[in-house]
T-cell receptor
Framework: GAVVSQHPSRVICKSGTSVKIECRSL??????MFWYRQFPKQSLMLMAT?????????EQGVEKDKFLINHASLTLSTLTVTSAHPEDSSFYIC???????????FGSGTRLTVV | DQQVKQNSPSLSVQEGRISILNCDYT??????FLWYKKYPAEGPTFLIS?????DKNEDGRFTVFLNKSAKHLSLHIVPSQPGDSAVYFC??????????????FGRGTQLTVWP
């Protein structure tokens, strides 16, 4: 149980376009989801915390207007990278907390390449 | 400021032997620790965790040791298998009863188990 599905697994887009990444909890309700970014050989950097029905909380240095997060339901959170630049190319991963379990379940990640 | 540190970026171990992955943290308020395993282009998968009220937790071939006074934890894998080859992330958090606070990750250690 506690499966998080993330789509797409990889996407290539042109500079200036927007890309949406979806994160779904398949068999549980996720009131809180987290979005991470990982650079090569780097740690998982928390970008923002997404709470169902309210505005996301962004970490310092993360542009909220560039990385739009929507958590409209208890099973879906989306991250939209707006006006993508090549420096936005990275591996993005979502995770969700499972109520009553002291762990986070992660999605399979999205490799974004901006050309 | 990296509050969780994994100072060894890589570790190479022969199959059948013990793998020891180390992790240090700076924030003495952390009271829950987790290890995640990650393959390339995939999201991290939960491996084992430990609460600060314990100094050892064992699950099959995996054992986590916690030394609170030294702010140090380690993951032991015995015996190591080639399938264990992956990046291992140490994470720390705050225990909130039925859930955890956000995770703080180390940079990861690439474990390679050779035949």
């Amino acid at each position: 149980g506690a499966v998080v599905s993330q789509h797409p697994s990889r996407v290539i887009c042109k500079s200036g376009t927007s890309v949406k990444i979806e994160c779904r909890s398949l068999d549980f309700q996720a009131t809180t989801m987290f979005w991470y970014r990982q650079f090569p050989k780097q740690s998982l950097m928390l970008m923002a915390t997404s709470n169902e029905g309210s505005k996301a909380t962004y970490e310092q240095g993360v542009e909220k207007d560039k990385f739009l997060i929507n958590h409209a339901s208890l099973t879906l959170s989306t991250l939209t990278v707006t006006s993508a630049h090549p420096e936005d190319s990275s591996f993005y991963i979502c995770s969700a907390s499972v109520r009553g379990r002291k762990r986070y379940t992660f999605g399979s990640g999205t490799r974004l390449t901006v050309v | 400021d990296q509050q969780v540190k994994q100072n060894s970026p890589s570790l190479s171990v022969q199959e059948g032997r013990i793998s020891i992955l180390n992790c240090d943290y700076t924030n003495s308020m952390f009271d829950y620790f987790l290890w995640y395993k990650k393959y390339p282009a995939e999201g991290p998968t939960f491996l084992i965790s430990i609460s600060s009220i314990k100094d050892k937790n064992e699950d099959g071939r995996f054992t986590v040791f916690l030394n609170k006074s030294a702010k140090h934890l380690s993951l032991h894998i015995v015996p190591s298998q080639p399938g264990d080859s992956a990046v291992y992330f140490c994470a720390a958090s705050f225990d909130r009863g039925s859930t955890l606070g956000r995770l703080y990750f180390g940079r990861g250690t690439q474990l390679t188990v050779w035949p």
